[in-house]
């Protein structure tokens, strides 16, 4: 006999062997022993593994039927979770959890959130406050959503000036204080590089992940530098630092002349190493791209519109937003190397903490923060948004199909081959 016919008849015994009696018991082993030719203590050994098996095509003997876990928390602690959620921006379960007295807090003072309204009440205020990242994470994956659509690089490297810059590399210290920031721009081109089009530049500290962001009508020097000195003046803080790739929006002699007289020093990434520059790239993601989308802004009402946009955003980030940075080097329990973090904070707690800034300022800073009401800020951004859509998504959409039909395919001689049709 066959070890798979064995395991298939000591399955179907185990069966009845479970709950049986124990006279049954010794019947089904004698009769076990008999057609396998087992020993007793084998037949037996194997009559109860076979019942303790997991179930299986051709093992199922006891089905297991698994409880659903009782949820922890409320219905009505899950429903203003996800309204939370929303009016922060979608923060990850790290995040959120961090910061969700100080959402609270801010919704409670601008009555968007009113004890007995809006199944809102003191013990739902207490779960959301005991509630894990983990958890969040899991109670907001089925309101969670992604953006499929991908945009296009368009930095030209500088050979200008290239050589009398400091090249910064990833891992390379930067100073304890605040003022030293990364800095890019990201093209809002759409699906063609063709034609002017408006650029964001962006900046990012690298202490404390405080954002700085402006929208420009094209990447010239002139508007890269109103930008600049723009940032200069209304970041709270002295910019001290300045660290850009290598495109000639930056490396170019107005620009230099500027941060020399300003007394910004100024260093660049290595040419296609966007490691150095990790902090300012993930900003051109979940920033630039999250909220300005990938359509295709060229005219001066979307520039405006963005701009109007960006200054939602960084209130949100700076202000509501925490963040974590790097802090040191360690290992995991297997020895290979790891990153490891500090807790979570906002740029504005990280700011303060350096202690850079005059009574003043902190008190002009916390009263501002106090003064934000994040659903009305998500509203805010919503409304810009909208309008971005109205302006620019049917231009887009018509520059794509355009751009996909120009390069067509047909069959020639049972080979796909690429040809420009008329409209090219």
């Excluded at 057609?35 to 003997?61: F, I, Q, Y």
């Excluded at 910064?168 to 699906?191: I, L, N, Q, S, Y």
């Amino acid at each position: 006999m066959s070890l798979a016919a064995r395991v298939e008849i000591t399955s179907r015994y185990a069966r009845l062997y479970v709950g049986a009696s124990k006279r049954v018991k010794g019947e089904l082993l004698d009769e076990v022993v008999s057609v396998t030719g087992w020993s007793r203590d084998n037949a037996r050994r194997r009559l109860v593994a076979a019942s303790k098996a997991r179930p299986g095509r051709g093992r199922e003997v006891v089905p297991r039927v698994r409880k659903g876990r009782s949820s922890k928390y409320s219905y009505d602690a899950l429903m203003v979770l996800q309204r939370v959620w929303a009016v922060s921006g979608g923060q990850c379960g790290k995040y959120l959890a961090e910061s969700m007295a100080l959402q609270l807090d801010a919704l409670e003072r601008h009555c968007e959130l009113v004890f007995g309204r809006d199944r809102y009440s003191r013990e739902v205020r207490e779960e959301l406050l005991a509630m894990s990242a983990a958890t969040i994470d899991r109670y907001l994956k089925p309101v969670r959503d992604s953006d499929p659509i991908r945009g296009i690089a368009a930095t030209k490297p500088s050979p200008l000036l290239r050589s009398s810059i400091k090249i910064r590399k990833a891992g390379d210290e930067v100073e304890d204080e605040p003022g030293f920031f990364e800095g890019d721009t990201v093209a809002h081109c759409g699906p063609t590089l063709r034609g002017e089009f408006a650029r964001s530049l962006n900046l990012t500290d690298v202490r404390t992940g405080w954002v700085w962001t402006r929208s420009v009508p094209n990447n010239a020097h002139a508007h890269i530098l109103s930008g600049l000195q723009a940032a200069v003046e209304e970041i709270p803080f002295a910019v001290t630092g300045l660290d850009f790739d290598n495109g000639t929006e930056f490396l170019n002699h107005a620009v230099i002349k500027w941060a020399g007289e300003m007394g910004i020093y100024f260093t660049r990434s290595r040419p296609y190493k966007k490691n150095d520059q990790a902090t300012i790239e993930s900003k051109n993601n979940h920033l630039v791209r999250r909220y300005g989308f990938y359509y295709r802004y060229d005219t001066p009402e979307e520039v405006r519109e963005l701009n109007r946009l960006w200054r939602l955003v960084d209130d949100r980030l700076n202000f509501l937003t925490p963040t974590k940075k790097p802090v040191e080097w360690g290992s995991d329990r297997n020895g290979r190397r790891k990153r490891i973090y500090d807790k979570p904070a906002t740029p504005l707690a990280r700011l303060l903490r350096t202690g850079v800034l005059a009574q003043g300022q902190q008190a002009d800073l916390l009263a501002y923060r106090d003064s934000l009401n994040p659903a009305g800020i998500g509203r805010q951004i919503a409304a810009a948004q909208a309008r971005l859509r109205d302006l620019a998504a049917d231009k887009t959409d018509a520059l794509h199909t355009r751009a996909t039909s120009v390069l067509a395919h047909r069959r020639k001689g049972g080979i796909w081959v690429q040809h420009r049709d008329a409209a090219g």
